[in-house]
């Protein structure tokens, strides 16, 4: 059974940071492509972050230079480490794990506010 579970999400000001972190289980993690998406209230998933079985990244231009994804495959965790965050970040954020089948988590809620 694969089972994505997204920590690290909360309350922050406008500037700040927040580090969220996703568990895999159930996948041969090292062979899977993640990535970390958000959605807003009334508008569509996007992606956020994306990071290959190799190590390459790709980011939305909203957050390139401010959002930084990574991964540590001895723990089955990639991670997404966000600053200098802005009001417009507030969403939920999934994990996605890719290779042939999608895979999603339950979602993390991240509010920017002052």
């Known amino acids: 059974q694969v089972q994505l579970v997204e920590s690290g999400g909360g309350l922050v000001q406008p500037g700040g940071s927040l580090r969220l972190s996703c568990a895999a289980s159930?996948?041969?993690?090292?062979?899977?492509?993640m990535g970390w998406y958000r959605q807003a209230p009334g508008k569509q998933r996007e992606l956020v972050a994306a990071?290959?079985?190799?190590?390459?990244?790709n980011y939305a231009d909203s957050v390139k230079g401010r959002f930084t994804i990574s991964r540590d495959n001895a723990k089955n965790t990639v991670y997404l480490q966000m600053n200098s965050l802005k009001p417009e970040d507030t969403a939920i954020y999934y994990c996605n794990a890719r290779l042939v089948a999608y895979y999603w988590g339950q979602g993390t809620q991240v509010t920017v506010s002052s």
């Open positions: 990071i290959g079985s190799g190590g390459s990244t």
């Open positions: 159930g996948i041969f993690f090292s062979s899977y492509a």
